[in-house]
């Protein structure tokens, strides 16, 4: 870090005091208590971490956990600044992959290998999310990884005499069914343009190819402007029919509540969404599917779109590292991990732990048999501009017209090959 | 002529009513069930519900942020004033060697995107162990505030006569008397002016406190917003009831003291 | 007056402004001539990062548009709010029942915040819950109900007219004390030569009130060149992509919050230093030429 203080020396040496100010928040009680500070971005899972770390000092009395999460938009400026001076988190979570790479460049978290024994709990693929490109150290514990698929509402289907579909023809069928009898056949958000590039891998990775596409892309042996990927972005202005009219003007709490309320039959959406939109309307009765291939698609069968997403890690200029490490080992236990299962209602990647909530399952299970990455978040995050904004910005152009398909491929590969090294 | 008159009234009332209808949209949707807010979006309460507001107080610490909020911002408001006040004094009435270029100084400050310093004045602050307190943010908000001030109270003293400063100083008073109790108190509507428009802004500022706060304890109003915004997302009725909350204090001050300000700002011009 | 006095009058406000303001911005600012890593300063970048912010796809094809827009909201602020403003003032010397009862409605909005006043508006110019169309469909006009926000037509005038909405108590005050102060001979002089109100107002005061327009035109100017907290409260901010439907509500400080903090780049704080420096220059010689021309027609009037 460089020297900032020669000007505030000059003219406050007054009233500074001597600043060796590289401590963070946590600090020691009475009675050598330690308190950690952890910081996240989900300030809605507030109520529930309160319940999980009351489990963690049930066994661990002398370490007390104070938890501040801070509004997910503004996370990665708080995290990044919080880290590197006084007042920063002990233990913080993480963004995965890309995301997480600047604060392992700076030297601001500790490598984790050899210090928490239980990452051996984990698959080896569930530690790639956090893993420093460089030097392929671990740096987090993961905490969970999400899913993206298609909800919908049973007893709209119900009502409609319809199943989950079967075939892309079939879908578009039922969408045409729901219009007609006044219903949103997918809510669909367009302000919240992040879930666009979700949206395109759920509706059309069948259609470039899912995982075989990742692989060539990544070797240098396709290009995100063939025929293939060009026509899976176009999947979704044939879908566009079917979403809401004024879906650009929704944000994707909108749609939630769309859904939630009835207004709207299928969403598709994360398994991180799964405990807010209960939360709206409790009696939503639920399903899940993954779409079937569109026509011309790669693929021949439907796949599950998955990542590992947040971690936890430790703050190098934390000054209780023990204490910290032992947080950091909890988490690695399937007693954390089914309490992010059960209460967080996400999905734990910890060997071992199974999700009470059946839908969790069917998604989980979904990914073990045929899985497909969100490819812009898992591979083209490791420069700017990131995949996933060329994508998002491109996608939300096209479906208001301003923009082919062909021109969204053609600005996505230009981005990506100004740092994208096959 | 009459016609003339009508017409104008009928303009000022009803730009009156487009200006306080959200306002009161807000307010009346705070008081009926989120499920009513969102299933009949234009609609009177059947019941006046308070329980949003239970939700929104119970959930978050509000009465700890609207005293941080006013600490921080009565605070920064205080400090800019009295120091830009002399300050404006010497600009706005004396020419000297390098005063134009002091003036420009001053007034560079007003073009800056402020943000643009978070960076630097979060290291500077670091290193005078003033992160996450509210004097560093009440140091940053009051020098932020200085351009704007000298400004403003520059322009004012610049308009005064100079026959008034002269008798004084013939009378034999010193230049401090002169400032104090002859000058300054002819300026009272710049300083209303500076600080309604400098109390506001500070009052409502979410971005700087975001940065260089730390602990919940010291967190001012909006941070405390921007956070129960977050984990209430869906429930319109609560968000509408914390979006009452945030507002209800600054408009009480500002009713109370509008008189004053209005007062002072009208005589001070007239006279 | 005496140096020495003078001195101890300007000295606490030089030394606050300069520690906490201009250190800080002169120090981001020189920040623009080196590579960073992350915090730590690298090698000496000199115009490197000001030439990368017009090579660097897609940040390129987003400034320009970027930079009209602002122009546009600046503009269009003016036409809105500003003349709307002066119109209000005005009328409220002229009518004076319920004078201040008025000129409190009217500051109310801009008691509360841009953050709050984005949500707000947010939650009533939503498609589907939102208050606004729902009432355009009470009155039979539901064929004018539109995703205001989402569309790229409406989305920048509904910005500019939401700010507006905030904002006009600014000028309404501004100027209302500023026609208070006008000598009052001169109105009366005019009526007595048999000019009528709106003669009058041409005549007389408007050319009287320019020092006080053009005051409340360069803030509005600074303003609109630092525009973000509304947009990004209404519109959202999401990693480096333009705000606003296809970039329609894209300004230039929302491209610099998003180079500095959102999208994650290594030299993001070289580039973004070199952005705001950019804005900087620009505001301020703008600034500052227009304010020289309302000193001088203020110093040509009295």
């Known amino acids: ?422 | 002529m009459r016609g003339w008159r009508v017409a104008g009234y009928l303009l000022l009332w009803s730009y009156a009513a487009v200006a306080v209808a959200p306002l009161i949209v807000m307010v009346i949707d705070s008081l009926r069930p989120n499920t009513e807010v969102l299933s009949r979006p234009l609609a009177l309460p059947t019941t006046v519900d308070f329980s949003s507001y239970a939700t929104a107080w119970t959930q978050a610490s509000f009465s700890t942020y609207v005293r941080n909020s006013v600490l921080v911002t009565v605070g920064a408001v205080a400090l800019d004033v009295a120091v830009s006040l002399p300050a404006s004094y010497v600009l706005g009435r004396f020419r000297f060697r390098g005063s134009g270029v002091l003036i420009a100084y001053f007034l560079a400050g007003l073009m800056l995107p402020i943000r643009l310093g978070i960076l630097p004045i979060f290291y500077l602050l670091g290193s005078m162990n003033l992160v996450d307190s509210r004097l560093g943010l009440v140091l940053v908000y009051a020098a932020s505030g200085i351009p704007f001030s000298v400004f403003i109270m520059s322009a004012f003293f610049r308009g005064l006569p100079r026959e008034l400063e002269e008798a004084a100083r013939i009378d034999g008073a010193g230049e401090f008397r002169v400032f104090a109790r002859v000058m300054a108190p002819l300026v009272k509507p710049a300083i209303a002016t500076v600080v309604v428009f400098r109390f506001v802004p500070l009052w409502n500022d979410f971005f700087f406190p975001l940065v260089l706060l730390r602990t919940t304890d010291r967190y001012t109003l909006p941070v405390g917003l921007t956070q129960f915004f977050g984990e209430f997302q869906t429930n319109w009725s609560a968000l509408f009831a914390g979006l009452v909350i945030a507002t209800v204090p600054l408009v009480v001050l500002f009713l109370v003291a509008t008189k004053q300000i209005v007062e002072g700002l009208t005589a001070g011009m007239g006279r | ?302």
Not at chain 1, 109 to 135: C, M, Q, S, W, Y
Not at chain 1, 230 to 259: C, I, R
Not at chain 3, 106 to 114: K, Q
Not at chain 3, 235 to 246: C, L, M
Request: glycine share 10%.
């Open chain 1, 1 to 422: 870090m460089r020297a900032r203080n020669g000007f505030a020396v000059l003219a406050v040496a007054a009233t500074m005091a001597a600043s060796a100010a590289c401590t963070a928040t946590g600090s020691n009680g009475d009675n050598g208590d330690v308190t950690l500070s952890v910081w996240s971005w989900r300030p809605e899972d507030a109520a529930v971490y309160k319940q999980i770390f009351a489990k963690f000092q049930e066994s661990h009395p002398h370490i007390k956990v104070d938890f501040k999460p801070y509004k997910a938009t503004e996370y990665n400026t708080i995290l990044s600044t919080g880290l590197t001076q006084a007042g920063g988190p002990d233990v913080a979570q993480l963004r995965a992959y890309g995301g997480v790479q600047p604060l392992i460049d700076a030297g601001e978290l500790v490598p984790l290998e050899g210090k928490v024994a239980g990452l051996t709990n984990f698959e080896t693929g569930a530690l790639d999310g956090i893993r420093g490109k460089k030097d392929g150290k671990v740096y987090g514990v993961p905490l969970e990884m999400s899913t993206f698929q298609v909800y919908y509402n049973q007893d709209i289907f119900t009502k409609n005499q319809l199943q989950p579909p079967a075939t892309w023809d079939q879908m578009i069928a039922d969408a045409k069914k729901l219009q007609a009898a006044g219903i949103t056949p997918f809510a669909v958000s367009g302000k919240d343009t992040w879930l666009l590039p979700l949206y395109n891998d759920t509706f059309a990775a069948t259609r470039y190819g899912g995982p075989d596409f990742e692989k060539k892309v990544l070797a240098g042996q396709a290009k995100f402007t063939d025929p293939e990927y060009v026509a899976s972005l176009d999947v979704l202005n044939q879908l566009k029919p079917y979403f809401p009219k004024d879906m650009m003007g929704l944000g994707e709490t909108d749609v939630q509540t769309l859904f939630a309320t009835g207004k709207a039959a299928m969403i598709p959406e994360g398994s991180f969404a799964l405990a807010p939109m209960k939360a709206i309307n409790p009696e939503l009765k639920l399903g899940v599917f993954n779409p079937p291939p569109p026509p011309g698609a790669v693929v021949a069968k439907p796949l599950q779109v998955g990542w590992v997403d947040a971690s936890y890690g430790l703050n190098a200029k934390s000054d209780h590292q023990k204490e910290a490490l032992e947080l950091l080992q909890w988490m690695t236990t399937t007693e954390f991990g089914q309490q992010v299962a059960d209460n967080l209602k996400q999905v734990s990647l910890v060997k071992g732990v199974q999700s009470s909530d059946p839908l969790l399952g069917q998604m989980v299970s979904a990914y073990r048999t045929d899985p497909t990455p969100y490819l812009m978040l898992v591979d083209f995050r490791y420069g700017t501009p990131l995949g996933s904004d060329l994508q998002a910005t491109g996608l939300q152009k096209m479906l208001l017209g301003q923009q082919t398909a062909a021109q969204v491929a053609g600005d996505i590969q230009t981005g990506v090959s100004q740092w994208f090294k096959p």
């Open chain 3, 1 to 302: 007056m005496r140096w020495r006095v003078a001195f101890w009058f300007l000295l606490p406000a030089f030394l606050l402004y300069t520690v906490f303001t201009v250190y800080p911005l002169l120090s981001a600012l020189t920040d623009s001539l080196w590579q960073w890593e992350g915090t730590a300063r690298g090698g000496f970048a000199g115009a490197g990062n000001f030439t990368s912010l017009f090579t660097t796809f897609p940040l390129n094809r987003q400034l320009g548009p970027a930079f009209w827009h602002t122009m546009a909201f600046f503009a269009g602020t003016m036409l809105v709010q500003n003349t709307f403003g002066l119109l209000v003032a005005v009328l409220l010397v002229e009518l004076p029942v319920a004078r201040r009862f008025l000129r409190t409605v009217y500051t109310v909005p801009y008691l509360i915040g841009g953050l709050v006043v984005g949500y707000l508006w947010s939650l009533l110019l939503s498609p589907t819950f939102g208050p606004l169309n729902a009432g355009l469909d009470a009155v039979g006009l539901g064929s004018l109900a539109r995703p205001w926000l989402g569309d790229p037509a409406t989305a920048l005038p509904v910005v500019i007219l939401v700010n507006a909405w905030q904002y006009i108590g600014f000028p309404v005050l501004l100027f209302g004390a500023a026609l208070a102060g006008l000598p009052p001979e001169y109105g009366e002089a005019a009526r007595v030569d048999g000019a009528n109100a709106g003669q009058r107002f041409f005549r007389v005061t408007l050319p009287l009130m320019l020092p006080a327009i053009g005051v409340v035109s360069i803030l509005t100017f600074i303003g609109s060149m630092n525009t973000f907290e509304l947009v990004y409260s209404l519109e959202g901010a999401q990693g480096n992509q333009p705000t606003g439907p296809g970039g329609a509500t894209d300004v230039l400080g929302l491209i610099f919050y998003r180079v500095a903090f959102q999208e994650g780049g290594t030299n993001a704080i070289g580039q973004s230093s070199a952005l705001a420096a950019l804005l900087f220059l620009f505001t301020f010689g703008i600034a500052v030429v227009a304010n020289r021309v309302v000193r001088r027609r203020e110093a040509s009037l009295t």
